[in-house]
């Protein structure tokens, strides 16, 4: 999934959850987000129902997370941790799970740097600052 749509990655995470209660085996990309889905478990409503996370809208008027964000977040992050890209990313993490007792902690607060750093960056046009972005972690 390189440029998958939102239909994509919400079909994507409801069959995740879906394979999995049906003990079906599952691709390396799915176990690492079974994972997360089982890590927020009020999401599973939402995971469900293919249908209606097809057609729901989470629109920030709407004042509801949305958790096929957060998953795909929680993924972007895990994947960039695993292969160490950003060169220092697996570092700054570490030392804030470590520092925070929780690796799930330690990943909403590199969200927050990541949301960062990606609004930073389509604001000004530019590429991602990924000095900048590596410095938010580490500062957390």
Known sequence: MFNPSS??????????????????????????????????????NELSDVEAALARDYSVEGGQANPFLHLSMHLSITEQVQVDQPRGIRTAVQQLA??????????????????????ASQRSGLPPD?????????RR
């Open 7 to 44: 239909d994509d990655v919400r079909r994507f995470f409801c069959d995740t959850l879906r394979k999995h209660r049906a003990r079906e085996i599952l691709s390396p990309m799915e176990a690492i987000a079974i994972d997360w889905i089982l890590e927020h478990p009020e999401y599973e």
């Open 130 to 138: 990924t000095d900048a972005y590596i410095d938010c972690v580490r």
């Open 98 to 119: 470590q520092r925070l007792d929780s690796a799930h902690a330690a990943q909403h607060e590199v969200m927050e740097c990541l949301g960062q750093m990606i609004w």
